[in-house]
């Protein structure tokens, strides 16, 4: 997911798409930052239990060499209570699905809530 933030662990090698279903990775705080101008996902958490991303800025007005359908998403596997609130998208084309890519079968207590997209005309 070409993520600014990789939270996970590796199995058998480094790098390896392997994950572990236990929460090796706890208590974790990402908060008041600017992610810009990037791939893929601001952050991707797996492997963790209790990670906050709280109050961040997410934006992408440049277009990439490889426009991913998830740039500027969260993505989630193996992440048991994950809370996600007050960030703000920028209102982007080239952030066509903001919000979080969940491993169904893996992430489970997912909380969002408070977050926004800011619209362009309302600046």
């Not at 990789?6 to 236990?22: E, M, R, V």
């Not at 209102?91 to 489970?108: R, Y």
Request: proline share 7%; with cysteine.
């Amino acid at each position: 997911m070409c993520p600014v933030i990789y939270i996970s662990t590796y199995l058998k090698k480094d790098p390896s798409l392997g994950k572990n279903a236990f929460p090796i990775l706890h208590n974790i705080l990402i908060e008041n930052n600017r992610f810009c101008e990037f791939p893929g996902t601001a952050a991707f958490v797996g492997s963790a239990r209790r990670v906050i991303f709280r109050n961040n800025f997410i934006n992408n007005t440049i277009r990439n060499r490889n426009e991913l359908p998830y740039r500027g998403s969260l993505g989630a596997a193996y992440a048991p209570d994950l809370f996600v609130t007050g960030n703000q998208w920028d209102e982007s084309p080239l952030q066509k699905t903001p919000g979080i890519f969940i491993e169904k079968n893996t992430a489970k207590d997912i909380f969002v809530w408070d977050n926004r997209i800011i619209d362009k005309a309302s600046k």
